[in-house]
């Protein structure tokens, strides 16, 4: 494939602009035509991306400034590779949808991700980077829900609002160095903390995070499963090239580890909670980041990539519930085992991952972390990534397949999940088995060249120890009705803060606009009148300009006016004027 590309003249083209480009075909075809040129887009796109040497190419000049649109190294080819067999899993998954917007909309946003991932200046990633989030909220919108609508619009101005800090930081840093390189950046320069705050709107921070438990429970069942690969996992990635090493960031990851935790376990929308558990995953990642070891940087990128597969699996296997029940809510479900045994098969899979139990994807990249946590002497970090890797079983793993397909009876039949649905769910699946009993190729993939080797007698040990106490208690909790209950119900977040402030702040711009519009039209409207009314008394039929005057009266007024003319004029000339 690389020497197709060549003969093309196209062996510098970035993968991403691949698909983006090959995406917009997609409403020319139809039926399997159709599906099977979505599948080989990704896949051309992979053959195309196994071809490339390292190195920086399609580079040019523009004004002062030089654009490399394709960096090859071991970190974008890391997160290039992950993302395009996600990109794969996405389109397998979403192959019985009829509607070509969303799916020209989601292979767009996948080869945005992409192409920012290969992006080796800061204009090519605003490009890729503001690229997401247009081509992102229609899978959204194409929920075609009010609360659809909402969440869409509040995404893509925060997510636009992300583009816009980084451009900010983009012109100051080349004011600055006079360079728009991609590389490590300053945190203490102003340029630094401008592009660190873009990043960290992306990666869902703390307080800024609502904006991700807001979208992707309203986003289309097919849409979520896309949302929840690309969006933070790139700013996962731009955060490993910026920021790898600052120390912000552990107490930054350290918070985003624990404070999903009670949200996840009280909210009753399983996507909701998958969300909120994204969040919480988020945060090891930036822990790992912000320690900055080989060891830890090697960790939080393979707990992106597999994050990436085993969050599939669970926003699928929800999906597919509410595809046939209509429903994703705890309160309304139960019981699904019976109408969908392979869903439920797939979905324990998932949660088994994101427990990290052994044997599982979660497992050999999490320990990544935890191990340099613990070796570098960040006790708090450790200890926040040790009881969170316990909670994530009471309020996701053992929740979402005990209230969705097992627990008390809903009484709700339906069929299995789509061929397509299950297919998708099943590849997902083997990557997490597969890295799970064999973690080499992954590891092989990692940035740094560090020899790890994740299934110690320790490590096992702990990780089943921390998984039997968290699954004791979640069962002990259900016993004796101590968990909460799945009621529906509408659970503050953290937004209400500078929601309920900017409501009331919008009410009362609304009420001035109001009053200031009625003023300015009142006046308007009254000064016309008022013109109008002098004019027609005036220049009207009755008016004194619009009557007959006589030829006498007239004679009259000239004379007068005349005979001033020459008094003026012979008083000039008298004071010698």
Request: aromatic share 14%; hydrophobic share 55%.
């Amino acid at each position: 494939m690389s020497e197709v590309f060549s003969a093309l003249g196209l062996s510098e083209l970035n993968p991403g602009v691949i698909i983006i480009v090959a995406a917009l075909l997609i409403p020319f075809l139809s039926g399997a035509v159709r599906s099977i040129y979505m599948l080989a887009i990704p896949v051309v796109a992979f053959a195309h991306l196994s071809g490339l040497p390292t190195g920086d190419f399609g580079q040019f000049n523009l004004f002062d400034m030089t654009l490399t649109t394709l960096r090859v190294d071991k970190l974008s080819v890391l997160f290039g590779t992950v993302f395009l067999i996600a990109t794969f899993l996405g389109v397998m998954y979403a192959l019985h949808v009829g509607a070509w917007l969303q799916q020209v909309c989601g292979l767009i946003y996948a080869g945005s991700a992409i192409g920012a991932v290969f992006a080796g200046d800061f204009v090519t990633l605003f490009v890729f980077w503001e690229m997401t989030a247009v081509s992102s909220v229609f899978l959204i919108w194409a929920a075609n829900t009010p609360s659809a609508q909402k969440a869409g619009l509040q995404y893509l101005i925060i997510q636009i609002g992300s583009g816009v800090i980084l451009l900010a930081g983009v012109l100051f840093y080349f004011r600055e160095t006079g360079s728009i390189a991609f590389n490590a950046l300053d945190v203490g320069a102003f340029s630094g903390q401008l592009i660190l705050v873009a990043f960290g709107i992306k990666c869902a921070f703390p307080l800024v995070h609502t904006w991700l438990k807001a979208s992707y429970p309203e986003a289309t069942v097919t849409g979520a499963v896309m949302l929840s690969a690309f969006t933070t996992k790139l700013a996962v990635y731009a955060l490993a090239r910026g920021y790898a090493g600052t120390e912000l960031l552990i107490v930054i990851g350290t918070v985003m580890t624990l404070f999903p935790i009670l949200y996840a376990i009280i909210e009753n929308d399983l996507r909701r909670v998958l969300a909120y558990a994204l969040i919480g995953q988020l945060g090891i990642m930036v822990i790992g980041i912000g320690i900055g070891s080989d060891l830890a940087v090697n960790g939080a990128v393979a707990h992106a990539g597999a994050g990436i597969f085993y969050f599939a699996i669970l926003f699928m296997a929800i999906g597919a519930v509410l595809y046939r029940t209509g429903t994703a809510k705890a309160s309304e479900l139960g019981g699904l085992y019976r109408s969908m045994p392979f869903t439920t098969a797939f979905a324990v899979l998932g949660a088994l991952s994101i427990a990290a139990a052994p044997l599982f994807a979660g497992f050999v990249s999490k320990s990544l972390v935890l191990s340099a946590a613990g070796k570098d002497g960040f006790f708090w970090p450790w200890l926040a990534i040790l009881f969170a890797s316990g909670m994530v079983v009471v309020h996701t793993a053992a929740k979402l397949p005990y209230f969705a397909f097992f627990g008390r009876d809903s009484g709700k039949r339906c069929e299995e999940a789509p061929l397509n649905m299950l297919v998708a769910m099943g590849l997902a699946a083997v990557l997490c088995i597969g890295i799970g009993l064999y973690p080499a190729p992954l590891y092989a993939l990692l940035p740094n060249d560090v020899s790890y080797e994740p299934y110690t007698v320790d490590h096992v040990v702990t990780q089943l120890q921390l998984l039997t106490f968290a699954a004791l208690a979640f069962t002990l909790m259900l016993r004796n009705g101590l968990y909460p209950l799945m009621l529906k119900s509408v659970n503050l977040d953290t937004d209400w803060f500078y929601r309920r402030p900017g409501h009331t702040l919008a009410q009362f711009a609304n009420r001035f606009r109001v009053y200031t519009w009625s003023f300015v039209a009142d006046a308007a409207v009254g000064g016309a009148t008022r013109a109008y009314q002098w004019m027609h008394r005036h220049a009207g039929p009755d008016g004194i300009f619009g009557r007959t005057w006589p030829t006498g009266t007239m004679a009259f007024w000239t004379t007068v006016m005349l005979g001033a003319v020459v008094i003026a004029g012979f008083m000039k000339a008298a004071t010698g004027g």
